[in-house]
């Protein structure tokens, strides 16, 4: 089947934006709780641990060049585990898809549009989602190359304009608690920027125009990614401090509040608000897309296109539904960290696991 190519610059793009993702506004609070001051360090050790995990998606995706991830897994576990596997990973994705639209009316609704209805809010988020699918990858792939560059300014502006409220004894005593809390943030940090690139591989290999220099353009997107994060981890911790950083719900967007630059240039939050509604819109583009594109695959259709308008339908109802109240979706964070880890790193190492086997097995034969 013909597919459409990408670039290997928006593939760095897509990945970078989809490893950027929700964790911008909200992990630093996360990691301030496990790591408190230490959590810049957390930060900054994930994109180390963080790029076998990535090596291990290269590798097979390099291994199967014309293939989802789909496709992959029904290749190397064979048709019937292989399925079962693709349909819990597809069924992920739409979760997540559910999820996302939940996140962004309830961050606008709490600190920047309360009286704005929160179902209006998740139509317009899966209208641009659903949209985007239907124009397809090439179309989406191009925005995101916009979209890298808009948010970089974004950060590096928000962050030297808070620059000057820096106190650095914030960061003080350093390891004091020890290597054991930094790790526990790590992977933390690691379930939201690592892990979920396992969007990605239904992009890779499959839609990539040149598979042996995309390896390239996947580190370069994390490591884009990371820096990011590890820059608004460590401004967080430097002026919010740990203790405010770990009981707040968006503890970026409080960050942003303490720009000042005389009486004409404050209350410049909304820079932080753009850049996550953007980064949420390209990580719901990617967990919608691997979604939809998977569902296809395993009932045999096709065009995905076919099912994008009742997925999004169904996506816009469960929106509203998925998480009743802010408590219980806080205490989904202890569902998401093992089913994200399932997903994006026990199934790709099986994945890899089985492969060489089979490769060995193979090589032994012949």
């Known amino acids: 089947m013909q597919r459409t190519k990408i670039t290997n610059h928006q ?5 970078a934006n989809g490893a950027f993702g929700g ?32 090596w291990i998606y290269w590798y097979l995706g390099s291994q199967y060049p014309e293939l989802t991830f789909v496709e992959i897994m029904k290749k190397i576990f064979g048709r019937w585990i292989g399925t079962v596997a693709a349909a819990s990973y597809v069924f992920l994705c739409l979760n997540m898809a559910c999820q996302l639209p939940w ?19 998740s139509f317009m988020f899966v209208t641009a989602v659903v949209i985007a699918v239907l124009y397809g990858i090439e179309t989406i792939a191009r925005a995101s190359e916009i979209y890298i560059r808009f948010v970089l300014f974004l950060a590096v502006l928000a962050a030297l304009l808070v620059s000057p409220n820096i106190k650095f ?28 690139i396992i969007t990605i591989m239904m992009i890779y290999p499959a839609n990539t125009d040149n598979v042996s220099e995309a ?22 911790t430097l002026i ?22 005389g009486p004409i240039f404050t209350r410049l939050e909304s820079i932080v608000a753009y850049t996550w509604t953007i980064t949420q819109f390209m990580i719901g583009f990617l967990f919608f897309y691997a979604g939809a594109t998977g569902l296809s695959q395993l009932i045999g259709l096709k065009d995905h296109k076919r099912i994008v308008m009742p997925l999004g339908l169904i996506t816009l109802v469960m929106s509203g539904v998925v998480f009743p ?11 998401w960290l093992p089913y994200i880890t399932t997903h994006g790193l026990i199934l790709p190492l099986l994945l890899l696991l089985v492969h060489l086997i089979k490769k060995r097995m193979l090589k032994a034969r012949y």
Do not use: H
């Not at 230490?38 to 180390?48: K, M, R």
């Not at 996140?103 to 809010?121: G, K, R, W």
């Open 23 to 54: 964790s911008v506004i909200v992990i630093a609070s996360a990691m301030a709780v496990i790591a408190k001051q230490d959590a810049w360090i957390s930060a900054l050790l994930t994109p180390v641990i963080g790029m076998p995990v990535v």
């Open 103 to 121: 996140y962004v009316s309830n961050f606008l609704t709490t600190q920047a549009l309360p009286e704005t209805p929160p179902y209006a809010i």
């Open 169 to 196: 004894e914030n960061l003080q005593p350093v390891l004091e608690n020890g290597m054991i809390p930094i790790f526990k943030g790590s992977y933390v940090l690691s379930c939201f920027i690592v892990f979920p």
């Open 240 to 261: 919010l401090g740990s203790k405010i950083t770990a009981s707040s719900q968006y503890p970026t967007y409080l960050l942003a509040k303490e720009i000042r630059l």
């Open 11 to 15: 593939l760095y793009s897509l990945t």
């Open 325 to 335: 109240d802010v408590i219980y979706q806080a205490s989904w964070v202890n569902v």
């Open 215 to 236: 390896k390239k353009s996947l580190f370069k997107g994390f490591l884009w990614a990371g820096f990011i994060t590890f820059i608004t981890t460590l401004m967080s």
